[in-house]
């Protein structure tokens, strides 16, 4: 009776404590899904003056992509889809690189199996080599290069 006393009597009271819920709940939930969407947007400059061409059909496909990044160290980092690549030498990444690959193409028939390889323009090709022959002992069928067109230049 006393809070009926205190709210003038008649008027109701409105419990915000599950509208909070819901949006703390949504919070979590879109702050989870964007580190998903960022976790293969790995950052890779690619050389200039390259032309990049894909038909409408190609982009609907399932892709498999390989990732050669540049970093400070002593190796380069290789990542396959979202998932890095650590190992201790360039025998191991090689094998890792493949299994990793295998792994994404298992369910795609024999035609299908494509690889989009991204390397970074800083990377030489000793260090890249060694993606080319994870992809050569992977069970990939094709293999295609992601580069960007150069803006600058007008092609």
Not at 81 to 90: F, L, P, Q, W
Not at 127 to 147: H, K, P, T
């Amino acid at each position: 009776m006393r809070s009926k006393i205190i709210n003038g009597g008649n008027e109701p009271a409105f419990n915000l404590t599950p509208v909070i819920d819901i949006v703390f709940l949504l919070i979590i939930f879109f702050a989870v899904v964007c580190k998903f969407i960022e976790a293969e947007n790995f950052p890779v400059a690619v050389p200039t003056g390259c032309e990049y061409a894909q038909s409408e059909v190609e982009t609907q496909t399932i892709s498999t992509t390989v990732t050669v990044m540049k970093t400070d160290g002593a190796m380069s980092e290789f990542a396959v889809g979202s998932e890095k690549v650590s190992a201790s030498n360039y025998g191991e990444v090689t094998e890792k690189l493949a299994g990793l690959i295998n792994e994404r193409l298992k369910t795609l028939p024999s035609d299908g199996r494509t690889v989009t390889l991204r390397i970074d323009k800083d990377v030489c090709f000793a260090e890249a080599q060694y993606a080319l022959a994870g992809l050569a002992q992977s069970n990939a069928a094709d293999i295609r290069l992601a580069v960007i067109k150069d803006v600058d230049s007008g092609r």
